[in-house]
């Protein structure tokens, strides 16, 4: 099996590298043939025996998608995207990387006449305020940010070409990926992670919003577990809505504090400093607080049961099992 | 004021150009320049007093786009498109005319700088089946037609830019337009109103589905009057989920009969003749059979009450009155 990977470079897209290769196999046929495509440089996948090819390229430059589909892959994981607070901050660079690069993709795949499985990381983001307490499948995408439109309209781009049977398509809604590792991205989402990642790290993480701000939580692991998930659907278990918003922890931030103490104790806790700040507030206030998930829960997607559960799994994926306390 | 009307050749376009002639003035502000254009050569509208542009174009072609808004119109009703049986048929001129000449429109007043009122003609084709009996305004957005996702992208573009403060979009869903006048068009849903006006006029019409299909329809003179309504009003009535549901006559093809008998005697409604079609049977089957359209109600927007008035509407607008029984 031939696997294409956008946005290889991000941290979901080199932890999904890494699970593949770990695993050598997908949907029971082995990986053979990995292609790596980001904006900077990927890295070359780490004890892999099969072909390797890693390019820079932006999908929406000219030829780019073209030249990224050439060989043909079997599977695609498009998980290229400017982030949510870029692509506020960013309008044209927005409409340019997450419409203009996706379309080009799917273009792309129609005018090579063949019929790949595309895994498209959206985002619960495509959700507007106000919200029901917890939002059903059914409910409507009024997005309040220019990401979480551009996920919009590619989520009805890729269910289209997928209905015209030009590729088989699935997008999964990711909630907020906390812990994310490494230094802050431009997300309006970071702090989520920062408050638990910086604590356990012996630094400093500033709060911007209030402790009951509620959102939805998955960890790394859980949402790669979902892309892997995703691969091995069949078309006839998704029918038509193949857009499925992912299951995850709902909780407030006073939640995640409680969790990070009662994980890794009062001192750690207490190097969160409260710092609000007006344009995080205004963004996260539009997004989703809870979500059914009911679909993507009966198709067998998986989310950790309590926040709990994420900090532990970034300490031990990590931090190698070791806090600063 | 200066009002621009896309699509100014085709049946509403026509219609609204008439009624705004008419009117003289559009929310209490006397119309002064009227500039109409289409893909192919609008009429110059009779019986204007100010003045008047006519041009043919295509909103998708390099350039038009910025020519079409180049006077700064302050109301723009943006009705173009290629209608959902071509869309399906012609997947590029699909997303070229509807999802790109409406983006190069968008685009265009981005560039400009001022901030028009933009009134965007949707479609309940945006919804696919399943539905519930009768479809809520927080319903989710599942196309099962090229021309439904292309309008759905659309009406996520038109609420970005207007939350972005870009232009002031009014995206309206309209129902079936029912009795459409003059030759039939490549709309899969053209037979709605081909089993209503051939008949009246002493012809022959074709029905491809069966009685048993529901759908809502509103008249011309109906969907002319929620253009008006849009336009006058406020962002603040409004609120940022600006796509809304139109209201309609929810009956089955059955009862559409029943009122053309009622109306215009068993002689005229003898002239439907049964001659199944599967692509139309198909396309229709997901098609919304009855809708909510609550806060469009809310807000003012008014349709028929009964499948007869669409009937009588038709006799009088088109027919002057006669039916050839």
Not at 304 to 319: G, K, P, Q, T
Request: aromatic share 6%; proline share 6%; glycine share 10%.
């Amino acid at each position: 099996m031939h696997i294409l990977i956008t946005g290889a470079a991000g941290m979901i897209g080199r932890k999904l590298t890494a699970r593949l290769v770990g695993d050598g196999k997908l949907n029971d046929k082995p990986i053979d043939y990995l292609t790596l495509i980001d904006v900077v440089a990927p890295e070359k996948p780490a004890g892999f025996s099969g072909k390797a090819e890693v390019s820079t390229s932006d999908l929406s430059a000219p030829g780019a998608a073209t030249r990224a589909i050439a060989a043909r892959p079997d599977m695609i994981f498009h998980l290229a995207g400017v982030v949510s607070g870029e692509a506020e901050t960013d309008f044209e660079k927005g409409y340019r990387v997450n419409l203009d690069g996706t379309r080009a993709l799917l273009e792309a795949i129609r005018a090579a006449n063949y019929r790949p499985k595309v895994i498209f990381t959206s985002s619960i983001a495509v959700f507007g305020a106000p919200f029901p307490t917890s939002i059903p499948d059914e409910f409507q995408l009024t997005p309040l940010t220019s990401y979480g439109a551009q996920k919009a309209i590619c989520e009805l781009l890729l269910a289209d070409y997928t209905r015209r049977g030009f590729l088989d398509g699935v997008g999964i809604r990711l909630p907020t990926i906390c812990v994310r590792p490494g230094k802050p991205n431009k997300a309006a989402s970071g702090f989520f992670s920062g408050i638990i990642r910086e604590p356990l790290a012996g630094q400093e993480a500033l709060l911007p919003v209030a402790e009951s701000v509620r959102h939805t939580h998955a960890s790394p692991r859980a949402a790669v577990g979902f892309l892997i998930h995703a691969a091995g659907l069949t078309h006839e278990q998704l029918g038509p809505r193949i857009n499925l918003a992912m299951p995850g922890v709902s909780c407030t931030v006073g939640e995640q504090i409680d969790a990070l103490r009662r994980v890794a104790g009062g001192k750690v806790a207490a190097r969160i400093r409260r710092a609000p700040d007006e344009l995080i507030q205004r963004i996260v206030s539009g997004w989703a607080e809870r979500i059914d998930a009911t679909r993507a829960r009966e198709l067998g997607f998986r989310a950790e049961a309590a926040f709990d559960d994420i900090v532990r799994a970034h300490i031990e994926d990590e931090l190698g099992g070791k806090i600063v306390s």
